[in-house]
């Protein structure tokens, strides 16, 4: 079992960056494929990214790919989410998340209570 905790966001203006942090507790983090995910006001929770146990492996979802990075530091238990150009869409709660499986089909056993990341225009 794992237990994550997000941190890292805030408000923020269109254009600007965040980098959203997620400490697992647990020995088990380094076998966990992790993701990040988003849910708006209104709509349902959106997948934006996963990084393998390694890290070797990376998946992004098109609404945020070439603007977010997503990478892992095992050895601090942690994932990372580096937003960049933000916009006012980007304005949701964000969510990390783990599961034993492909970074292409994340259905997360865990997740953290997720952060808040407003974006003004």
């Known amino acids: 079992q794992v237990q994550l905790l997000e941190s890292g966001g805030g408000l923020v203006q269109a254009g600007g960056s965040l980098r959203l942090s997620c400490a697992a507790s647990?020995?088990?983090?380094?076998?966990?494929?992790m993701g990040w995910f988003r849910q708006a006001p209104g709509k349902e929770r959106e997948f934006l990214a996963a990084i393998n146990w390694s890290g070797a492996y990376t998946y992004y979802a098109d609404s945020v790919k070439g603007r977010f990075t997503i990478s892992r530091d095992n050895a601090k238990n942690a994932v990372y989410l580096q937003m960049n150009s933000l916009k006012s869409e980007d304005t949701a709660v964000y969510y990390c998340?783990?599961?034993?499986?492909?970074?292409?089909?994340?259905?997360?056993?865990?997740w953290g209570q997720g952060t808040q990341v407003t974006v003004s225009s």
């Open positions: 647990g020995r088990t983090f380094s076998s966990y494929t």
């Open positions: 998340a783990a599961e034993y499986g492909s970074v292409r089909a994340m259905s997360p056993d865990y």
